[in-house]
């Protein structure tokens, strides 16, 4: 069963540097999402991407961070200067469309923390 | 903005039937859908609703009545492996908004 696959699994970084979280979305799926998950809290929407341009995005995806689809295969969350309050779950899914009522599918995610 | 509420914390028997209550207010969505999450792992979606009315997979079943801003789900002939956080999200415009979630421990 195709599934989303994300790496590395575990990222730990010291505050003020950049770190890129990789994801390899389900093949035949156009649209993508990047999540957070703050330890012990709700899971938040960061951003939705489509046709190689944000679709939505929240308050908390500021000018720190951007995605970037490189190639056909990956998908990338940057976070340019992390702070100790980027340390969080890391989940990005991915939907055949972008219809609300579509299933959004999330990869096993990437633990940040920021030291 | 959207306020979703759903219990912190559920007990239940092993065998037995749970029904997880998810209440919201908002000013509108497209769908609502249920996900499990195990500790340390991404959410796996279980059901959504889009009309009023249950929908049955297998042993969960969801509920949605939009006039009254309430879902369940329900969880039948529990498994130890049920244990688990059940999160309710509201969908709409390219993006899920989540609730808190719901612990289900289930014992033997």
């Known amino acids: 069963e195709p599934e989303v696959t994300q790496t590395p699994s575990h990222q730990v970084t010291q505050m003020g540097q950049e770190v890129i979280l990789r994801c390899v979305p389900i093949?035949?799926?156009?649209?993508f999402y990047w999540y957070r998950q703050i330890l012990g809290q709700k899971v938040e929407f960061l951003v939705s991407f489509y046709n190689n341009e944000i679709s939505e995005k929240s308050e908390i995806f500021d000018d720190q961070f951007s995605v970037e689809r490189p190639d056909g295969s990956n998908f990338t969350l940057k976070i340019r200067s992390t702070k100790l309050e980027d340390s969080a779950m890391y989940f990005c899914a991915s939907s055949d469309t972008g219809a609300s009522t579509d299933t959004q599918y999330f990869g096993p995610g990437t633990r940040l923390t920021v030291l | 903005g959207q306020n979703i509420d759903q219990p912190t914390e559920m007990t239940a028997t092993e065998g037995a039937i749970v029904q997880i209550n998810c209440t919201y207010q908002t000013s509108g969505f497209n769908g609502l859908f249920w996900y499990q999450q195990h500790a340390g792992e991404a959410p796996t979606f279980l059901s959504y609703n889009v009309l009023d009315g249950l929908e049955e997979k297998g042993r969960f079943s969801s509920f949605l009545s939009r006039s009254k801003g309430y879902s369940y789900l329900l969880l039948k002939e529990l498994q130890m492996k049920d244990s688990a956080s059940y999160l309710c999200?509201?969908?709409?415009?390219?993006?899920?908004?989540f609730g808190a979630g719901t612990t289900v421990t289930v014992r033997a």
């Open positions: 999200a509201l969908s709409n415009d390219y993006k899920l908004s």
């Open positions: 093949s035949n799926h156009l649209y």
